[in-house]
C-alpha cells in the first residue's frame, strides 16, 4: 500500500516536471538505503543516468519559465512525462515489493508502467491547460511564478512521496484544487480584461 502511495506521488510529480522525480529517486537509491532499486531499474542511478537526467532538468526549469516557449516545452512534455511517471512508479513500486520480499510488481511491471502513466498525464493536462490561461491572464509575467510553484511542488510531492508516503493522498487533492482554483481565476481575469477592451472599442 505504502509503495503504491509512494509510486503514485512520484508519478505525479513527473507530470509537473519529469526530472525532478526522477533524479531525487536515483540519488537517494545510490547513496542511501531508503530506497532499493530491482536491479532491471538499477540503471536509474547509473552516472549516465544521472548526468543525462541533470541536464534535462536545467533545461526544462529554463524553458518552462518562459512565457509561449513553455507551450513547446508542455508539447515535448505530453510524451516525456507520462512516460517517466509510468517509469518511476514501476520502479519504486518493485523497490517496495522487493524490500517486502514480494516479487509481484517485478514480474507484472505494466501494472505499475500503466498507473505512473495515467496518473503522470492527469497533472500533466492540468498543468498544460492551466498555463496558456495563466499566460494570457498575466501577459506572460506570471510564467516563471507559476512555473517556480509548480517545480517546488513536485520537489516537495516527490520527497513526501518517498518519505511520509500516507500524505499523498490529501497532497494530490490539495495540488489538484490549486490548479483548478488558479485555472478559474486566470480565465476570469482574462475574461473580464477582454470585455473592458471589448467595451472600450465600441464605446
Do not use: C
Request: glycine residues 8%.
Amino acid at each position: 500500500m505504502l509503495a503504491a502511495l509512494t509510486g503514485t506521488g512520484l508519478s505525479a510529480a513527473a507530470g509537473l516536471n519529469a526530472y525532478i522525480p526522477f533524479i531525487l529517486v536515483a540519488l537517494i537509491a545510490r547513496f542511501t538505503d531508503v530506497v532499493t532499486l530491482p536491479h532491471q531499474y538499477a540503471w536509474i542511478e547509473s552516472n549516465w543516468a544521472i548526468g543525462i537526467a541533470a541536464v534535462l532538468l536545467l533545461s526544462e526549469v529554463v524553458l518552462d519559465k518562459v512565457a509561449l516557449v513553455d507551450h513547446l516545452n508542455d508539447a515535448v512534455g505530453t510524451f516525456v512525462r507520462p512516460a517517466t511517471g509510468g517509469l518511476i512508479f514501476a520502479a519504486t513500486t518493485a523497490a517496495g515489493d522487493f524490500e517486502q520480499g514480494s516479487s509481484f510488481m517485478q514480474d507484472n511491471p505494466w501494472i505499475g508502467v500503466l498507473l505512473g502513466i495515467v496518473t503522470a498525464g492527469i497533472v500533466h493536462t492540468a498543468k498544460a491547460v492551466t498555463r496558456p490561461v495563466v499566460n494570457a491572464g498575466t501577459a506572460g509575467l506570471g510564467t516563471p511564478v507559476v512555473s517556480a510553484a509548480e517545480d517546488g511542488a513536485a520537489l516537495t510531492l516527490s520527497l513526501i512521496a518517498i518519505f511520509i508516503p500516507v500524505l499523498v493522498v490529501f497532497l494530490l487533492l490539495l495540488l489538484l484544487w490549486g490548479l483548478f482554483a488558479l485555472w478559474r481565476r486566470n480565465r476570469r481575469r482574462k475574461q473580464h480584461r477582454d470585455q473592458l477592451m471589448s467595451d472600450a472599442g465600441y464605446s
